[in-house]
């Protein structure tokens, strides 16, 4: 794996390059000073992970995060917890507050390591009852009619099937338009669930497996039409 180290401390570069080099999993493939520098960097390099500070001059690390069209795996770096909150709903892969110790890092990059794994391309090879995705470098079936529901995170999927996920570098727009089931629908930017495992639906929120997925005012009265009442 590669990455970029973003911090305008130039101590907090060194120590946190000198710990990524420890761990002998990682190469370091630049460091930057401000989130302009990233930002080029970024686009120019297309690391694999970013180690962004959050409190940097003239624009922070979560802005250039927003700003950024195609994003890598996010680690936050940062001796402000009052972030976490904000960035987890960004879907950075982890946050690391200074000073950042060895144990701690490892636990952050064997997160990343997990996405990046998972992540071998799009969904592919859609028919009426199954999809394709790539696993680990195989192509990996999953019937449709095993999904619960498919969340999206960033460039990110995450499709939820009994007892397992499974990480895609996709959008859930483009699955929306290779699927073909009736049985599937968007019912918010950032989901789409399977009708026939909805359990309950109150109060603009529907829960499958005990888990509450909200639906969109734009989506719901789509949603109430293909259910079947009594």
Known sequence: MRCLIVDDNEMARMLLSHLVTQTGLVEVIGECRDAMEAHQQITRHSPDIVFLDIEMPGMSG?????????????????????????????????????????PRLL??????????????????????????????????????????????????????????????????????????SAKLMRIHRSYIVSLDKIDSIEDGVLNIMNTPIPVADSYRSQLMKKLKFL
């Open 62 to 102: 979560i802005e250039l995060l927003r700003s950024l069209p195609k994003k890598p795996l996010i680690i936050f770096t940062t001796s402000n917890k009052d972030y976490a909150l904000e960035a987890f709903e960004l879907n950075v892969a982890d946050y690391l507050l200074k000073p950042v110790t060895l």
């Open 107 to 180: 636990q952050a990059i064997d997160k990343a390591r997990e996405v990046l794994q998972r992540d071998n391309s799009e969904v592919n090879n859609v028919d009426d009852d199954n999809i394709f995705i790539r696993d680990n470098g195989a192509l990996k079936k999953i019937r449709l009619d095993e999904i619960l529901w498919i969340e999206a995170m960033g460039d990110y999927i995450k499709i939820y099937t009994p007892g397992k996920w499974h990480i895609v570098h996709t959008t859930l727009k483009a699955v929306e338009e290779k699927i073909r």
